[in-house]
RNA sequence: GCGGGGGUGGCGGAAUGGCAGACGCGCUGGUCUCAGAAGCCAGUGACGCAAGUCAUGAGGGUUCAAGUCCCUCCUCCCGCACCA
C-alpha cells in the first residue's frame, strides 16, 4: 500500500493556512528565531535551485519550531527588473501585470512545496508601500552626503541599455544578460559605499558562521593594500608626482616612473619634447582601447617616453618617466614607480624598452657561513635576469639599509621617508563607490528634482512616494523611458516653486533587497522602514541561506545598509545575518540545468508523480547542502520507497519494549538533533533509514514509531502530520515538542573490541562493555586466533583504547 | 599570479587519528506470484578457491594505528587580477 499523497498535502496545506500554524509571533517567553532564504524574483515557475534552497530553509525552520522557538520564517518578492521589463515589450503587456501574475504563479508553486512562511508578511518590492521606503533612506544618504551624483568613465550594458555597478560585471560580462560591458562617460547617482570601507572589512570578523569563501571574497573585493605613497620631483620643477607602491623596499631600484595615458599630468610632461607627437598619437590609441582589451594584453607592454625626467627623492637618481598602457588610473595614483628587478611587469617592459635595472634585494642565502659555488651563483644580476625576483631577502645597493632583511626594511624605509616628508604610509582600496542609476522603467525612481535655479532637490519626505508612473513607452531602446512621460518629468521645484523636471533614471534593484530582511520584521509599518521595536525583538537574521552567487553583490549592500542604519540610530547591530549558508548548485548530467541545455527537471511533475515531501526528501538526501547536486530521477523513485517503507509500519503497530530497539532509537534521536543543527540533512536522514531498518528487524513498537515520525517530520511534512493524526495526535504535529534522547539508553552492556597486531586487524572480540583492562587483556592472550601472529615473539607494546581496540607490537 | 574549496567503489556520498566505503542508487541471488510489478530477505571495493593481500590523486614522513596530522608534487572547480 503505498501513502495518498496528493490528497494528504493538499489537506495539510490547508489546515497550516485556515490555522496559521506558521504565523510569526513575538513572544517573551520563547527565544526567537529568524530564518531566511534569499527571495526570489518572480519570473513564473520555480526552478530546483529555488526548490533546494526553500527546502533546505524550511526544514530548519521547522526544527526550531519543535524545539520551541518563536519562529520567523517569512517570504516575499524581489519584484523589480529588467526581465519583467522585457517579457512586456515581448507580450506587449505591462510590467506590473505581468509582475503580479509571476507572483501568483510561483506563491502556488511554494505552496504546493508545502513551505511554513507566514504568507501574512510577504512583502514584493515593487509595491508603493515598500519602495517609499527606497526613497526614504536614498534621501537619508542624500542628507549624509553617502548618495552623489557624479559624471566618470562607467559600465554600460548595450544589450540591457543601462549602466551596471562594478559588482554586476562578471568575467568583462554583464552579470544579467552576459553581454560585453562597454565603457561610458555619463552623469550618475552613486552610493558612498567606500564610507564603511574599513568596517565592512573589519566586521568580516564578526562572521564567524559564514563560509570562508564568502569572506574570502568579500575581503579581495574590498582589497585593502598597505604600502606607501611616494613623491617624486620633478627634474628641474618643483612639482611632485605622487606614486604608490606596497613595495617600498624596492625603492632604490626604482630606474623609471610610469604614468597611466589618462594621467592629467601627462600633456605638461610631454609638450614641446621631441617625441611629442608620438605620445600624443599612443594615447589616442589607449583611449579607444575597451577596458577589456587592455586588460588582456598581458604579455606586451606597450608605452612611450615623456621627454621628461622625474628624481627618486632616496638616492636623487634622475629617472626617465614614461607611460604606458599597463598602468591603471583608477588604482592607486595612476602613476608607478618601476622597479624592473622585483616586478615583473616592470621587467618584461624594461626589456622592451631597454631600460635600467638594479637588483636591490638578494635572495637569503640558504645557510649561514662563508658562501659556497652555489650560493655564488644564487647571487642576483641585472643583466643575467631572466625575470624579476619577487621573492624575500636582504637589502642592497639601498645605502643605509643594506643587510636588512626586505620585510624590515619595508618599515624602515617608509618610516624614514614619513620623516624625511619624501613619502606617506598609506592604504588603499579597490572598492568603488556603488552605481545605481539604472536607464529603466521597472523600479524605483530616484526621489531627485533638477531645477535650473535651485540646481538638484530632494523630493521632501512628505510626498513620498514618488510613485512609478503605471505607463511608459518602454521599448528597450534609447535612454530611461520615464523621460518620455510628460506628467512624471515635469514638476514643480519644492524650494522655488518654479518649473523642474524630475531624475527620471530608476534605482538598481539590489538597492531594494539591501534591507527588505529588515522590513520582515514589521511589513506593513507606514512610518517607517521598519518598526525599531520589531527589528530589535526579530533581527538579526538567526540564519540566511542563499546561492554564492550573491556573495559579493547582495550580501555586501545589506551590510553596508546595515550599518547605514546602526548610523541612522535605528538599529543597534552592526551585521545583518548571523550565519549564512551558500547552497549549492542542482546539475543534471554535471551541467546547471538551464533552458538553453534543455535539461531542466520541473518540480512540478515530480510533485505531481511523488509528492513534495518526495521531492524534499530525496535534494536533502542526495547531497549535502553546500556542495553540487547531482539530479538523479532514481534517487526520486528511492526517495518515494523510503517514505512507503515508513508509511507501512503502522499497519501493525505494537507495544513492546525491545532493549535493542529502544537504544536505536535514542541513538537516531541524538544524531538527528545534532545533525539538524549542522544542517547535515543527508546524514541525518541515513540514520533515520537505519532506524527504520531496525524498525523491520524487531517489529513495530508504537513508541519508536511516534518519534521516527517527530524526526522525519520537518523533512516530510506532510507525510508525518498524516501519520501523526492517524497515530490518534490532536493538533499539528509541529506544535509537538522535539524528541530527546536520554544518554542512558545510549550505553551498550556488550562492545566489540577490534584486535591489531603490528597495526593490522587480526581478529574481533565481544566483552563486556564495563571490562577492565586486565581483564580484557587477559582475555586477548589468551584467545586462540591470537597464536598464528604472534606465534612465540615478545610483545613490546600492548596499547588498548578503552571500548574500541587492542593493539600489540611484536 | 593571489585567495577559497575539492580529488574515497559502477554512481550519490559516510567516516571526534582507532574495523575505510554508513545510508541510498544500481547490480546479483532468494522469497512471494500463473506471470510480472511492488514488498520482504541476503549478497555486492579489487585480486584470490581459500588463508590472505592490496586499496581514499602521486610520492615521502610522524604514529602501535593516517582518508584524517606534516612535507613535496599532480589535478579539478570557484572568485579576483597589468591592483603597483
Not at 337 to 361: G, N, S, W, Y
Not at 640 to 651: A, D, M, S
Amino acid at each position: 500500500m503505498s501513502y495518498p499523497f496528493k490528497q494528504s498535502e493538499e489537506k495539510w496545506q490547508k489546515i497550516w493556512q485556515e490555522k496559521e500554524v506558521f504565523k510569526a509571533l513575538p513572544k517573551q517567553d520563547k527565544p526567537k528565531y529568524y530564518l531566511l532564504e534569499m527571495f526570489p524574483y518572480p519570473s513564473g515557475k520555480i526552478h530546483m535551485g529555488h526548490v533546494r534552497n526553500y527546502t533546505i530553509g524550511d526544514v530548519a525552520a521547522r526544527f526550531k519550531m519543535m524545539q520551541g522557538y518563536s519562529v520567523l520564517h517569512p517570504m516575499g518578492f524581489d519584484a523589480f527588473g529588467q526581465p519583467a521589463e522585457n517579457a512586456a515589450i515581448k507580450n506587449k503587456s505591462k510590467p506590473d501585470i505581468w509582475t503580479h501574475k509571476c507572483i501568483e504563479w510561483m506563491k502556488t508553486e511554494l505552496k504546493k512545496m508545502g513551505f511554513s512562511y507566514d504568507w501574512s508578511r510577504e512583502v514584493s518590492t515593487c509595491e508603493a508601500d515598500y519602495y517609499k521606503w527606497n526613497q526614504w533612506i536614498f534621501l537619508k544618504m542624500f542628507e549624509r552626503g553617502l548618495a552623489y551624483k557624479k559624471a566618470s568613465n562607467v559600465n554600460w550594458c548595450p544589450s540591457c541599455e543601462t549602466t551596471l555597478a562594478n559588482e554586476e560585471v562578471i568575467d568583462e560580462g554583464c552579470w544579467r544578460c552576459h553581454a560585453k560591458v562597454e565603457q561610458k562617460d555619463l552623469e550618475q547617482w552613486f552610493l558612498k559605499i567606500t564610507e564603511y570601507k574599513e568596517r565592512l572589512l573589519e566586521d568580516l570578523n564578526q562572521l564567524k558562521d559564514w563560509p570562508e569563501r564568502v569572506i574570502a571574497m568579500q575581503n579581495n573585493w574590498i582589497g585593502r593594500s598597505q604600502g606607501v605613497e611616494i613623491y617624486f620631483p620633478l627634474d628641474n620643477s618643483d612639482k611632485i608626482i605622487p606614486v604608490f607602491t606596497t613595495r617600498v623596499d624596492t625603492i632604490f631600484g626604482a630606474t623609471y616612473i610610469v604614468l597611466a595615458p589618462e594621467h592629467s599630468m601627462v600633456k605638461d610632461l610631454i609638450k614641446g619634447k621631441p617625441g611629442e607627437k608620438e605620445s600624443l598619437k599612443f594615447i589616442a590609441k589607449v583611449a579607444k582601447e575597451s577596458k577589456v582589451v587592455r586588460g588582456s594584453s598581458d604579455v606586451k607592454k606597450e608605452g612611450v617616453f615623456t621627454g621628461s625626467y622625474a628624481v627618486n627623492p632616496v638616492n636623487k637618481e634622475k629617472i626617465p618617466i614614461w607611460i604606458a598602457d599597463y598602468v591603471l588610473m583608477e588604482y592607486g595614483t595612476g602613476a608607478i614607480m618601476a622597479v624592473p628587478t622585483h616586478d615583473q611587469r616592470d621587467f618584461l617592459f624594461a626589456k622592451e624598452h631597454k631600460l635600467t635595472m638594479k637588483v636591490v634585494i638578494q635572495p637569503s642565502l640558504p645557510q649561514a657561513g662563508p658562501p659556497s659555488a652555489e650560493a655564488i651563483s644564487y647571487q642576483l644580476s641585472a643583466e643575467e635576469l631572466k625575470e624579476a625576483y619577487e621573492g624575500d631577502g636582504v637589502q642592497i645597493n639601498s645605502a643605509q639599509f643594506d643587510g636588512l632583511t626586505n620585510e624590515a626594511a619595508k618599515i624602515k624605509i617608509a618610516e624614514w621617508m614619513e620623516k624625511e616628508k619624501i613619502g606617506k604610509i598609506q592604504t588603499h582600496w579597490r572598492l568603488r563607490d556603488w552605481l545605481i542609476s539604472r536607464q529603466r522603467y521597472w523600479g524605483t525612481p530616484i526621489p531627485m528634482i533638477y531645477c535650473k535655479k535651485c540646481g538638484i532637490v530632494p523630493v521632501p519626505y512628505e510626498d513620498l512616494p514618488v510613485e512609478l508612473p503605471k505607463d511608459a513607452p518602454f521599448t528597450g531602446e534609447g535612454g530611461s523611458p520615464l523621460a518620455k512621460v510628460k506628467e512624471f518629468v515635469h514638476v514643480k521645484c519644492p524650494k522655488c516653486k518654479g518649473a523642474a523636471q524630475r531624475e527620471t533614471d530608476t534605482m538598481a534593484t539590489f538597492f531594494d533587497s539591501a534591507w527588505y530582511f529588515l522590513r520582515f520584521s514589521s511589513p506593513r509599518e507606514n512610518q517607517a522602514p521598519f518598526n525599531q521595536e520589531e527589528a530589535k525583538y526579530w533581527m538579526p537574521v538567526d540564519q540566511y541561506i542563499g546561492g554564492i552567487e550573491h556573495a559579493i553583490l547582495h550580501l555586501l549592500y545589506s551590510r553596508f545598509f546595515t550599518k547605514f542604519f546602526k548610523d541612522l540610530g535605528l538599529i543597534s547591530f552592526d551585521e545583518p545575518f548571523q550565519r549564512l549558508l551558500t547552497q549549492g548548485m542542482v546539475l543534471k548530467d554535471g551541467e546547471v540545468m538551464s533552458k538553453s541545455r534543455g535539461n531542466i527537471v520541473d518540480p512540478d511533475s515530480i510533485i505531481k508523480n511523488y509528492g513534495a515531501d518526495t521531492l524534499r526528501l530525496f535534494i536533502l538526501f542526495a547531497a549535502p547542502p553546500e556542495t553540487e547536486l547531482e539530479w538523479d530521477d532514481r534517487g526520486i523513485e528511492g526517495a518515494h520507497k523510503f517514505l512507503n517503507r515508513v508509511w507501512r509500519i503502522q499497519e501493525n503497530l505494537k507495544d513492546k519494549a525491545d532493549p535493542a530497539l529502544n537504544r536505536a532509537m535514542h541513538k537516531a534521536i541524538k544524531k538527528v538533533s545534532e545533525d539538524f543543527e549542522e544542517f547535515k540533512f543527508n546524514t541525518a536522514i541515513a540514520s533515520l533509514m537505519e532506524l527504520t531498518n531496525a524498525i523491520y528487524q524487531s517489529g513495530a513498537d508504537r513508541k519508536v514509531f511516534k518519534n521516527l515520525i517527530l524526526l522525519l517530520a520537518p523533512i516530510a511534512p506532510h507525510f508525518c502530520e498524516e501519520l501523526w493524526e492517524a497515530l490518534g495526535n490532536k493538533g499539528s504535529i509541529f506544535q509537538a515538542a522535539w524528541p530527546k534522547y536520554d544518554p542512558a539508553f545510549l550505553v551498550e552492556d556488550t562492545v566489540t573490541i577490534v584486535v591489531q597486531v603490528n597495526g593490522k586487524v587480526r581478529f574481533k572480540i565481544d566483552v563486556p562493555a564495563d571490562i577492565n583492562q586486565d581483564k580484557l587483556k587477559e582475555l586477548i592472550l589468551s584467545d586462540e586466533r591470537l597464536k598464528p601472529w604472534v606465534q612465540d615473539q615478545p610483545i613490546k607494546k600492548f596499547i588498548i583504547v578503552p571500548k574500541k581496540l587492542a593493539s600489540m607490537v611484536i
